[in-house]
Nanobody, 123 residues
Framework: QVQLVESGGGLVQAGGSLRLSCAAS????????MGWFRRAPGKEREFVAV????????SYADSVKGRFTISRDNPKNTVYLQMNSLEPEDTAVYYC????????????????WGQGTQVTVSS
């Protein structure tokens, strides 16, 4: 099992940047695929980016491709989401998720979740 804690959210102007972190505790962090997902007010939780257990493979939602970068540091048990050129439409609560096995883009496939961190982008 793994416990996840997100940090790094906040209020930023459009065009700005934030870096989210997700610290994992528990055993064998490198055996979990990790993902970032978000939920905007009145919407379902949606896929943002995922990364494979080794960190070699990544995948992004079309809406963030070219602006966001997911990465992980297995010795530090941490996954990151670098967010550049932020837009008001990126405003949401951002969650990191973990799952055993290969990375997928469906939040339903993820068994472990953090509490979320709020990102607000002002226009």
């Amino acid at each position: 099992q793994v416990q996840l804690v997100e940090s790094g959210g906040g209020l930023v102007q459009a065009g700005g940047s934030l870096r989210l972190s997700c610290a994992a505790s528990g055993r064998s962090f490198s055996s979990y695929s990790m993902g970032w997902f978000r939920r905007a007010p009145g919407k379902e939780r949606e896929f943002v980016a995922v990364i494979s257990r080794s960190g070699v493979f990544t995948s992004y939602a079309d809406s963030v491709k070219g602006r966001f970068t997911i990465s992980r540091d297995n010795p530090k048990n941490t996954v990151y989401l670098q967010m550049n050129s932020l837009e008001p439409e990126d405003t949401a609560v951002y969650y990191c998720g973990g799952r055993s096995g290969s990375q997928t883009t469906s939040p339903r496939d993820y068994a472990y979740w953090g509490q979320g961190t709020q990102v607000t982008v002002s226009s």
